[in-house]
């Protein structure tokens, strides 16, 4: 059965609108399949010359959220539903562990978003790989999905500091123009961190989105020990929050046991 761009993005607004707290759309879905993933606002339309069908052959990078009465959502994932080559594992996996990086940062007091920035392009930076567009940006609770006043991106201007409270984005990502996109995305709150110096007010980061991270497409040859923790700890944690809510024997749920088993 043909799927394309425009199907996930309906199939996405559907499951969605099945919550009775679903408002609309936080923002246009961006479902791109193979190239159309490297152009980092593509919107999918009906008719298009570029609008791709859904194949085992090529990633798709989805990015959408909701507003709901009690909050807004924005996440990001890349899946691959046949066998990825090596080199789309390999960057990947640089895009995870930049993920991971930002998402276990600790920083003092007073930091600004820009100074948190480069945690999460280190693995790309030190094989010159690079993004073009920011690492994180605030979101409202039921608000904006854009919202200040604080950001995570390289432009130095911004120096609202990051506060106990926020809602951030993670979204470090690689682009192989004509090619393939991939975008790693979870909201993470800003809460208070515990330090060996003992002094207060240190700050980290904690995952708000509970969605798996799909563990086929990395390459564990450059992903250290900690970072399969993290990984085995997050996925646990989906688990045990999102698969407590769903229906045993569901063909849903054994995928999400499956997704989140350790690596």
Same mark, same amino acid.
């Given at each position: 059965e043909r799927v394309t761009e425009v199907d ?13 707290? +679903?408002?609309?759309?936080?923002? @246009? ?5 193979? @190239? ?49 080559? @090596?080199?789309?594992?390999?960057? +990947? ?133 900690g970072e399969r923790a993290w990984l085995d ?17 569901t063909e849903a749920k054994e995928w999400l046991?499956?997704?989140?088993? @350790?690596?």
């Amino acid at each position: 059965e043909r799927v394309t761009e425009v199907d996930v993005d309906g199939a996405l607004l559907k499951f969605r609108g099945e919550d009775e707290d +679903f408002i609309e759309a936080s923002f @246009p879905t961006i479902a791109g399949v193979g @190239p159309n993933g490297a152009i980092i606002h593509y919107r999918a339309e009906e008719g298009s010359p570029l609008m791709r069908d859904l194949t085992k052959d090529t990633p798709i990078l989805i990015d959408s959220g909701g507003q709901y009465t009690q909050g807004t959502t924005d996440v990001t994932r890349t899946w691959h539903f046949g066998a990825a080559p @090596p080199h789309f594992k390999r960057h +990947f996996t640089l895009v995870l562990k930049g993920h991971i990086s930002l998402s276990t940062a600790t920083f003092p007091p007073g930091t600004p978003g820009p100074l948190v920035d480069a945690f999460a392009r280190r693995a790309l930076w030190s094989r010159g790989y690079d993004y073009k567009h920011g690492t994180g940006h605030g979101v409202g609770a039921a608000l904006n999905v854009h919202e200040g006043p604080a950001s995570i991106s390289p432009r130095l201007r911004n120096k609202a500091p990051l506060k106990e409270g926020m809602v951030m984005s993670n979204e470090p990502g690689y682009y192989e123009v004509g090619n393939y996109g991939i975008r790693i995305e979870n909201l993470l709150a800003v809460v208070a961190r515990e330090v060996e110096s003992g002094e207060e007010g240190w700050l980290g980061f904690e995952p708000l989105t509970l969605i798996p991270i799909q563990k086929s497409l990395i390459d564990l040859e450059i992903l250290d020990e900690g970072e399969r923790a993290w990984l085995d700890e997050y996925h646990a944690r989906v688990w045990e929050e999102v698969g407590g809510r769903m229906e045993d024997g569901t063909e849903a749920k054994e995928w999400l046991w499956e997704a989140t088993r @350790p690596l």
